[in-house]
T-cell receptor, first 116, second 112 residues
Framework: GAGVSQSPRYKVTKRGQDVALRCDPI?????LYWYRQALGQGPEFLTY????????KSGLPNDRFSAERPEGSISTLTIQRTEQRDSAMYRC??????????????FGEGSRLTVL | QKEVEQDPGPLSVPEGAIVSLNCTYS??????FMWYRQYSRKGPELLMY????GNKEDGRFTAQVDKSSKYISLFIRDSQPSDSATYLC????????????FGRGTSLIVHP
């Protein structure tokens, strides 16, 4: 596609349920990032993939959060046993091998998660 | 203390004004400095990128980095209502990582 695509755009769930957020990066982009953005805040790093390898997961808040990118393209961020504090905008970004050096990440429009 | 500090604003200016947006940071290992612009309900988009200290100009925008003071700036000349957005500074390069660390963003409003 033309840009980074995320789904669902909006997700409302009850506390304790599991959610899966999907990211389809720009075709050919080798690097994929997940960030979380609270209202009025900047994006907070969660995890990073280079191809299918999860290179950095230091930003994942706890073991309820996990991510995968099994074929080096589409990625899924999974949150198990959701809590109200997980409510936020989850943003995916991708970059090519060269754009990563210039800091140019291409962001999707995000998935807004609300946990009741 | 956060690694990257940025005043959230909002900053309200009249059309045509010169705007100055700033960030400070604490980790001297950062080498790459970026400004992203984020319109309401949209994802951030890269506006400017600079490496190490110095100035970079692109049209009405000038990015400035002072590594000795750990201070970066973005200047917008002849500001337009279409510049109204949140401006996020970001930086990377510590420990060889290109993963950007973002500031919280400054909300800019340019009124006609």
């Amino acid at each position: 596609g033309a840009g980074v695509s995320q789904s669902p755009r909006y997700k409302v769930t009850k506390r304790g349920q599991d959610v899966a957020l999907r990211c389809d990066p720009i075709s050919g982009h080798v690097s994929l990032y997940w960030y979380r953005q609270a209202l009025g805040q900047g994006p907070e790093f969660l995890t990073y993939f280079n191809y299918e390898a999860q290179q950095d997961k230091s930003g994942l808040p706890n073991d309820r959060f996990s991510a995968e990118r099994p074929e080096g393209s589409i990625s899924t961020l999974t949150i198990q046993r959701t809590e109200q504090r997980d409510s936020a905008m989850y943003r995916c970004a991708s970059s090519s091998g060269t754009s990563a050096n210039t800091g140019e990440l291409f962001f999707g429009e995000g998935s807004r998660l609300t946990v009741l | 203390q956060k690694e990257v500090e940025q005043d959230p604003g909002p900053l309200s200016v009249p059309e045509g004004a010169i705007v100055s947006l700033n960030c400070t940071y604490s980790n001297s290992a950062f080498q790459y400095f970026m400004w992203y612009r984020q319109y309401s309900r949209k994802g951030p988009e890269l506006l400017m990128y600079t490496y190490s200290s110095g100035n970079k100009e692109d049209g009405r925008f000038t990015a400035q980095v002072d590594k000795s003071s750990k201070y970066i700036s973005l200047f917008i000349r002849d500001s337009q209502p279409s510049d109204s957005a949140t401006y996020l500074c970001a930086m990377s390069g510590k420990g060889g990582s290109y993963i950007p660390t973002f500031g919280r963003g400054t909300s800019l409003i340019v009124h006609p």
